[in-house]
């Protein structure tokens, strides 16, 4: 079991940055993989970055070469660095775990990430 916080989002003008992170309660490398998800209103949730324990990287087309997610494993962290933020990327992001080829059930209360000028 792992408790994950999300920090970071908050309020941005389009064109903007923010850096998210997710503090985890216990080793990140337990995990196979860490990753971020948003949700925007009326959408279903979606994974658009993740960082497996080695270090490789996935994100969905739509944020290809504006978000780069990172870690820190001495501090059991991930960080999404989010720039030239769209008013479509806005939503309630949340980070997750990637465990015996399963995602975690449970979330976080999540970040919430508003793009609008």
């Known amino acids: 079991q792992v408790q994950l916080v999300e920090s970071g989002g908050g309020l941005v003008q389009p064109g903007g940055s923010l850096r998210l992170s997710c503090a985890a309660s216990?080793?990140?490398?337990?995990?196979?993989?860490v990753g971020w998800y948003r949700q925007a209103p009326g959408k279903e949730r979606e994974l658009v970055a993740s960082?497996?324990?080695?270090?490789?990287?996935g994100y969905v087309d739509s944020v290809k070469g504006r978000f780069t997610i990172s870690r820190d494993n001495a501090k059991n962290t991930v960080y999404l660095q989010m720039n030239s933020l769209k008013s479509e990327d806005t939503a309630v992001y949340y980070c997750?775990?990637?465990?015996?080829?399963?995602?975690?059930?449970?979330w976080g209360r999540g970040t919430q990430v508003t793009v609008s000028s």
């Open positions: 997750n775990v990637l465990t015996g080829g399963r995602w975690m059930d449970s």
């Open positions: 960082i497996t324990r080695g270090g490789i990287t």
């Open positions: 216990r080793s990140i490398v337990d995990f196979n993989a």
